[in-house]
């Protein structure tokens, strides 16, 4: 990590950090560093601490659900966040500075899932699993894809999903690469893994009662207890469920308590 920038100030190529806008797109790849992965990988992060320091003391692995560019939006733009001038940035530094500086040197080298895990921003010991979601290879291209990481996340106590929308029952419609189904979490839950997985907000109900929904569905879905589900209220809304398997709900639960106390400026628990 030397050879990384030390301090916030690095040159931010590409980027007008001051209104958070990129100049240029890569794949899906260009959410990287941006305020919603401050949030993700501060939970993750704080999962896999010791107990000591509020955490669950963890091992983590990640799915990134990575999948093709779509350049017709304007997502992948919320950096702003990374400048000391912007409102936000004292108190989500607070949370995790060591974060905010690893976060800044992925922003300036690339906007890339491959940056993302050679800066530190995840946590110590991840395991990943980056291989691209092709939409066109159809069911049995996704199985093949699906088996190869769960092969890739064997072993760790936590598994995140990470993928755009967030969960659905089958990969049967529209754009269903950009969702990880209830039966692909299931295979990791039941060998024993709990699960964190990103579920974006829509306009189907009130925040909290979606963040209620979601994870009653999910834990149901996937045969686990429910812990809660982290509302993150920097960029878009959106939601990190929670669930565990046998012997993790208290470490989990505990920590969730830890995370909600310490970020409270930024995102809700709700159970």
């Given at each position: 990590?030397?050879?990384r920038?030390?301090?916030?100030?690095?040159?931010?190529?590409?980027?007008?950090?001051l209104?958070?806008r990129?100049?240029?797109?890569?794949?899906?790849?260009?959410?990287a560093?941006?305020v919603?992965?401050f949030?993700k990988?501060?939970?993750l992060?704080?999962?896999?601490?010791?107990?000591?320091?509020?955490?669950?003391?963890?091992?983590?692995g990640?799915?990134?659900?990575?999948?093709?560019d779509?350049?017709?939006?304007?997502?992948?733009?919320?950096?702003?966040?990374l400048?000391?001038?912007?409102?936000?940035?004292?108190?989500?530094?607070?949370?995790?500075?060591?974060?905010?500086?690893?976060?800044?040197?992925?922003v300036?080298?690339?906007?890339?899932?491959?940056?993302?895990?050679?800066?530190?921003?995840?946590?110590?010991?991840?395991?990943?699993?980056?291989?691209?979601?092709?939409?066109?290879?159809?069911?049995?291209?996704?199985?093949?894809?699906?088996?190869?990481?769960?092969?890739a996340?064997?072993?760790?106590?936590?598994?995140?999903a990470d993928?755009?929308n967030?969960?659905?029952t089958a990969?049967?419609?529209?754009?269903?690469?950009?969702?990880?189904?209830v039966?692909?979490?299931?295979?990791?839950?039941r060998?024993?893994?709990?699960?964190?997985v990103?579920?974006?907000?829509d306009r189907s109900?009130?925040?909290?009662t979606?963040?209620?929904?979601?994870?009653?569905?999910?834990?149901?879905?996937?045969?686990?207890?429910?812990?809660?589900?982290?509302?993150?209220?920097?960029?878009?809304?959106?939601?990190?469920l929670v669930?565990?398997?046998?012997?993790?709900?208290?470490?989990?639960?505990?920590?969730l308590?830890?995370?909600?106390?310490?970020?409270f400026?930024?995102?809700?628990?709700?159970?």
């Amino acid at each position: 990590m030397d050879a990384r920038p030390s301090r916030l100030e690095v040159d931010l190529r590409g980027v007008d950090i001051l209104s958070g806008r990129q100049k240029t797109l890569s794949v899906q790849n260009r959410y990287a560093g941006d305020v919603g992965d401050f949030m993700k990988f501060g939970l993750l992060r704080h999962l896999a601490a010791a107990a000591t320091s509020g955490g669950a003391g963890m091992a983590v692995g990640l799915n990134w659900y990575l999948v093709p560019d779509e350049a017709h939006n304007a997502d992948g733009r919320h950096i702003a966040y990374l400048h000391p001038t912007n409102s936000w940035h004292p108190s989500l530094e607070a949370c995790d500075s060591d974060l905010m500086r690893r976060l800044a040197w992925v922003v300036a080298h690339g906007h890339s899932v491959e940056a993302l895990e050679a800066s530190g921003a995840l946590p110590a010991g991840c395991r990943t699993h980056r291989e691209m979601l092709d939409p066109a290879s159809g069911p049995t291209g996704r199985q093949g894809w699906h088996t190869r990481a769960l092969m890739a996340l064997e072993g760790p106590e936590v598994v995140f999903a990470d993928p755009d929308n967030g969960v659905r029952t089958a990969a049967t419609r529209s754009k269903s690469h950009k969702y990880a189904t209830v039966e692909e979490l299931a295979d990791y839950a039941r060998r024993g893994q709990s699960l964190v997985v990103y579920h974006h907000a829509d306009r189907s109900a009130g925040v909290e009662t979606q963040a209620q929904r979601r994870l009653a569905e999910l834990a149901s879905g996937v045969g686990q207890r429910s812990v809660g589900t982290v509302i993150a209220r920097r960029g878009s809304c959106r939601f990190f469920l929670v669930t565990a398997s046998d012997g993790h709900h208290e470490r989990l639960a505990t920590s969730l308590d830890q995370f909600a106390a310490r970020w409270f400026r930024h995102a809700d628990l709700v159970r």
